[in-house]
């Protein structure tokens, strides 16, 4: 797991793998030279204070955001250079919901499920999410936490195989964290690929057996989550 | 210069070298060589002598008096403008199409030095028109589609001056300006069919008329300034886009 | 075929989203309103105003579409949901026939709304029949909604947006203006010696430019990292 | 088809379309057939049918019929075609080359008095000049202007 800078072209497997990735905003690096891999079917926790570049990391990592230098590659394919077609493999959950604040949680649903051409039970995943019973209320009637679970039941429309969880765990109480989890487990499960970036150590940990810690744009850590935290965030 | 073949030979023979010149300068070849600076110098040369020639020599034009003689700025700055915008359109195809930061550059400098032009033609425009049609302003497909293209171009400047990101800066602006350009030609098409029949009739007549002299002298002048300013307009925005540049990537640090 | 189905889907969208907060578009309808009352004022008589009807149809139209387009956009912008749908993905054709479909679809809908109030408050003669003027109106709202859509996209992700969607719109939709209200006009009043086919004629070529033209650009703005 | 062949491919063809319409409209606005008016005797025959429409009117300005006020801004005319003539009366100045004689086409409407009230005078031009040159050039205006004057 832990590559050097020289045995990258060593890693050979399906999952993620990221060699030297650097993004910058102007004239600042906010990544520099970012380098890790990630099994199929694996997870790795990402922590670090705010500002750190992990929403950067994750929105290159989700083709949102152009990769300047470097590379990353999922399932044997550049991540930019094939993003049609990886868009429709990465999920990514991040600060911005995605969400149409006049359309009630079931159209939602509805319409991003009619635009991306896909088939679900939309009542089932409502019931997934625990939003079930939120009927015709708009989603800006919603409060932070039901937004979240809303955007969660959102990505799991598409049946992702890598998944870039952007502090999905943030702004929610006791049950909703539990949703998340479960959802999160249950993804694990499938056998998709996950990224997770989140302020709850204790939680991340749970589902990724490796972790990473970032710093101004680098990778100032990586090991056994369990390190992580035995030495309460800051090995 | 009295000979209209020679002028001809002379402006085909500038044209060809700025030409040649801004080929190069696209495949970042000459970087030293301001070779701009020889085209303006002749460009500066030329209009003096050719504004001297229309305000002095030229004959005292016999209905418009000695207003007619603005003409020797307003034709050159109509020809001109519509020369530039042309290749500010083929500039932005050629961004979009290949990404290269050049051609980007090129857009802006040629809107800014197409939008001076235009900003010529129709003040003078507008002064030659108040002696000789009475009014400053008519409703003639040529007058409003320059119009509406000084201010879709002028559009095109102020959406670039809001934008920050330069990768988003260098396409929106080639979006916004074949956008302009269409506009330009739909306009002119539909106020023609607006006023259809406002256009006046020409007469043969003998091309060796010193008037056409002189003002193809001025044109030929307008165009090697107008090559000067662009192309040194370029190299500022070539310099500032290498500024903008990303700076090293800091060293790697083992983990 | 998906590309259809997707841009109908992104057109349900956005007519649903409308559906749901119907006091937007009735914002824009009313705007017009007001308009077309401040219109009046500035004419010297009232022979003027039923000369006029059809030109201050479509200036109305115009201004109302600048905050119809802007607002489409910034339903978009309030969530991410216009970077949400680059990554879902939705093809950026799909997004941008979608968007300005239901788009001409609105400015369609407040066009019809604003006919009669136009009848009462202008008194234009009417001798024209009802398939033609809707063909009209039809085809100037599709015209003012494929540019307008494009640039909208452009202003509402740059900074001092509300002054640059009318900056960069208007001298797109000169011709628009000048057609349709010609068209209009004429048609009303009679149209005796056939000039309505060639502004129609015109509006048509209009909407193929700009709807073959404005899609492949706007594919060129979402696909910037 | 890899993306970038795909943007290539829809840049043209959208190319194309924008090249046909604009073609197509350059040769539409140029074409002569396009240019409807009605002689007098047409408008005449019409009687009270062509009151209040918009419609062009094109012929010979009548020698000797012309009345500019410049105080007023008002011009009148009567335009013929060798049977019939109508009344004119317009709004501003008249463009520069407008003399009796000349071929016009005016737009605008029959009224009730029997006058044509025009908005818009264009100049027409007659038989005895030869048809602009496609791309005109202001030059040559300026010398049409110029030989005219001597």
Redesign the interface.
Known sequence: M?S??DSHNAVVHDGLVVHDL?R????R?VL??VGFDVPPGDALLVVGHNGCGKTTLLRCLATAL?I??GSARFGGLDMWENRAELRHKVALLSHDSHLYEDLSARQNLDVWAKMGGLHKDLDALLERVGLEHTGKRPVRAFSAGMRRRLALARVLLKDPSLILFDEPFSALDPAGRATVAGVLQELRERGATILLSTHHHEIGARFADQAMRMKEG?????GPSHELLSSGGHP | MSNPDLMLAFGAGGVATALLAAISMVRGGLKSFRWEAYVGAFGLGMVLMGQYMGLFVAPR????GEV?RI?YV??PS?WLTMLIFTFTCIFA?AF??SGKRIFDSLVESSIEVGVIMAILLQVTGSLFAKP????YWDWDPRL?STA??T??FV??L??RS????P??RA??T???A???T??M???Y?????????????????SVS?P??VI?RANAFAFLFLSIFFIAWRTRIAVARAQA????P??P???? | MTLLKQSLAVAYKDLLTEWRQPSRIAGVFFFCFALLLLFAFAMPNTQMLSDIAGGTLWLGLLLASTRSLDQSFHLEMENGALEGMVLWPVPPLAMFYGKALANALLLTLVTLALTPLVVVLYHPVWNGDIPTFLGIVALGCLALAA?GT??AA??VQ???SSA?LP??M???V??VV??AS?ATTLHLEGDIMSQVD??MR?LV??NL??WA??GW?FT??AE?? | MTPRAKQ?LL?VVALLV?FGT?GY??T??MSED??YYWSPTELVDKGDAAIGATVRLGGMVEQESVDWRPQEQHLSFRITDGEESVQVAGKG?P???FREGIGV?VEGKMEGDGVFHTT?V????SNE?????EG????????????E??
């Open positions: 832990a050097t800078p650097s910058r905003f102007g004239p690096w520099a030279r152009k300047h230098h680098r990778i100032v850590w990586k | 034009e016999r209905m418009m007619g003409l307003h034709v109509a195809f979009l199409m000789t049609w009475g009014v409003v509406v293209m201010l879709s559009g095109v102020i959406l809001v934008l920050d990101d990768d988003r396409t929106w080639s979006v916004g074949i956008l302009a269409l506009s030609l739909i306009t098409f539909s106020v023609r069919l607006w006023r259809t029949l406002h256009q006046m009739q020409s007469s043969p007549d008329d008037m056409v003002l903008d540049e990303a700076p990537l800091p790697e640090v083992p983990v | 540019p494009l640039v452009l202003s740059a900074r001092g640059l900056l960069l208007f001298p797109l000169v011709p000048v057609a010609k060639d502004w015109l070529m209009f430019a700009h033209l404005d650009l060129r703005i910037d990292g | 290539r840049a924008v604009l409209l350059s539409q606005s396009l240019v100045a463009p520069q080359m086409v818009t264009m100049i027409k031009h000049y030869q048809p602009p040159e005109e050039m202001p030059t040559e205006v300026y010398k049409s202007l110029q030989t004057e001597r």
